[in-house]
């Protein structure tokens, strides 16, 4: 990834870089949380963080990096990670049981100044800088937005082993991370889902059901989440491939 990328001039705002670890990857199975598991020599929350930091330069912004852990992580994985990552002065908070309750804990700890909030998947290490500053810029003006691909296949539902019929998949996309919220229209959207006991299955979902509107910016086929063993080796090859 290039060391020097170019602001894209964005308006004066604080961003605050809400990077969720406190997951236990139970589909990947082992040992290891998965945002801890090595790429390339470095745990993925240490690709995650510091393309953040990458994607906020080129926007211009300046960036508060809070990256929420298992209380269980503090002991034994967050050391090493805390101290790859001291140049970011990262803060490191509790996440709870779901990702609503690690933002709202993350909430909870952001400078009064913060304008926008991102939120990011530290198992998706490989996401597009210059399409993260650009999600940046676009909640800045709309007030949500997301990195999302067209879903490039043929769908097909199925009961018991048996294809129904095939989804018509014209304006269909597949969300990725990272996504970007005004600060003030994410707490609405936690509280509103509180209260209506909603839980969205990403971030920009909370927006949708408070009635806000959501822009999406085209993402990568690369910015793939790291779920399964496969995905780690695949994330290696295409890391291989930035590198010169």
């Known amino acids: ?3 020097d990328i170019p602001a894209d001039n964005l308006a004066p705002v604080k961003l605050a870089l809400l990077l969720l670890a406190a997951g236990r990857g139970t589909r990947f199975g082992g040992p290891v949380p998965k945002a801890y598991l090595p790429l390339r020599r470095q745990p993925l929350l240490v690709h995650s963080a510091r393309r953040l930091h990458a ?6 912004v300046d960036a508060q990096l809070i990256v929420t852990v298992h209380p269980d992580d503090r002991p034994g994985l967050l050391p090493d990670v805390a ?3 001291a140049d970011l002065a990262p803060v490191f908070v509790d996440g709870g049981a779901t990702r609503q309750q690690s933002m709202t804990a993350a909430l909870a700890t952001l400078a009064p100044d913060v304008d926008l909030v991102l939120i990011h998947d530290a198992a998706r290490p490989l996401f597009p800088v210059a399409a993260a500053a650009d999600c940046i810029r676009q909640a800045s003006t709309v007030g949500a937005a997301l990195l999302a691909v067209p879903v490039p296949d043929t769908l097909k539902r199925v009961r018991d082993g048996r294809i129904t019929d095939t989804v018509d998949r014209t304006g269909i996309w597949l969300a990725q ?10 707490t609405a959207a936690l509280a509103k889902a509180a209260g209506d006991a909603y839980e969205g299955t990403d971030d920009v979902s909370l927006v949708e ?3 806000g509107e ?4 085209l993402g990568a086929a690369t910015n793939l989440k790291i779920t399964r063993p496969e995905d780690l080796a695949l994330a290696e090859a295409l890391l291989a491939l930035e590198t010169p």
């Open 55 to 60: 994607a906020a330069a080129r926007a211009g």
């Open 209 to 211: 059901h408070l009635g």
């Open 83 to 85: 101290k790859q990552l």
């Open 1 to 3: 990834m290039p060391a």
């Open 214 to 217: 959501v822009t999406v910016v």
């Open 177 to 186: 991370t990272p996504q970007v919220i005004r600060r003030e229209l994410l």
